[in-house]
């Protein structure tokens, strides 16, 4: 099975600030890199499909980069309704494996 | 609009199989593969495996091998998953989600999840 580690596995931030979230597959998954937010209670929501588009609705402030092996993740300005938990998932290797997560909150 | 809706909490004891439904709408349902996942209590997310509504086609992850069965409603845009065995372990929100576009694999529509608690 494919590994995907993710950090940081949690995060305390300001409304405004800048957050970036890593994922490192333990294989070359070229761009088969998604990102999902998920808040308690909630099933988790796309945000990013091949690790850099962003899926239909989202905002803007979200974004992600990366191929290979290795994935960011980015906010470029923090808001309060982005308090959840972040996921990465690697779609090229059945098990579809995910990611930790980082939970991500304000200070 | 696509929507998955999934069938209600579920109490198990230990050995029991649980079945857990998955009812879609708003789209060709024969044309997307339809994916379980399952998150246990406070961890992260786990893909179980993937359904074919088209030819009833399943790939389960080696973990699971054995002990799930997902198929199709005969008459309606359902698929069901069943898990057997159940353990403690398996106490977990059980998710099933359809792809992006057709055969892509990104997880773009989910169910409202259905909580499972085994306990003697």
């Known amino acids: 099975d494919i590994q995907m580690t993710q950090s940081p596995s949690s995060l305390s931030t300001s409304v405004g600030d800048r957050v970036t979230i890593t994922c490192q597959a333990s294989?070359?998954?070229?761009?088969?890199l998604n990102w999902y937010q998920q808040k308690p209670g909630k099933a988790p929501k796309l945000l990013i499909y091949?690790?850099?588009n962003l899926e239909t609705g989202v905002p803007s402030r979200f974004s992600g980069s990366g191929s290979g092996t290795h994935f960011t993740f980015t906010i470029s300005s923090l808001q309060p309704e982005d308090v959840a938990t972040y996921y990465c998932?690697?779609?090229?290797?059945?098990?579809?494996?995910f990611g930790q997560g980082t939970k991500l909150d304000i200070k | 609009q696509v929507q998955l809706v999934q069938s209600g909490a579920e109490v198990k004891k230990p050995g029991a199989s649980v079945q857990i439904s998955c009812e879609a709408s708003g789209y060709t349902f024969s044309n997307y593969y339809i994916h379980w996942l399952r998150q246990a209590p406070g961890q992260g997310l786990e893909w179980m495996g993937i359904?074919?509504?088209?030819?009833?086609?399943?790939t389960y992850s080696q973990k699971f091998q054995g002990r799930v069965a997902m198929t199709r409603g005969t008459s309606t845009n359902t698929v069901y998953m069943e898990v057997s065995g159940l353990r403690s372990e398996d106490t977990a929100v059980y998710y099933c989600?359809?792809?992006?576009?057709?055969?892509?694999?990104?997880?773009?529509?989910w169910g409202q999840g259905t909580q499972v608690l085994v306990s003697s």
């Open positions: 359904f074919n509504p088209s030819g009833g086609t399943t």
């Open positions: 294989q070359d998954i070229t761009n088969f």
């Open positions: 998932q690697q779609n090229d290797n059945i098990p579809y494996t």
């Open positions: 091949e690790a850099v």
């Open positions: 989600a359809r792809d992006r576009l057709i055969g892509d694999y990104v997880l773009a529509h």
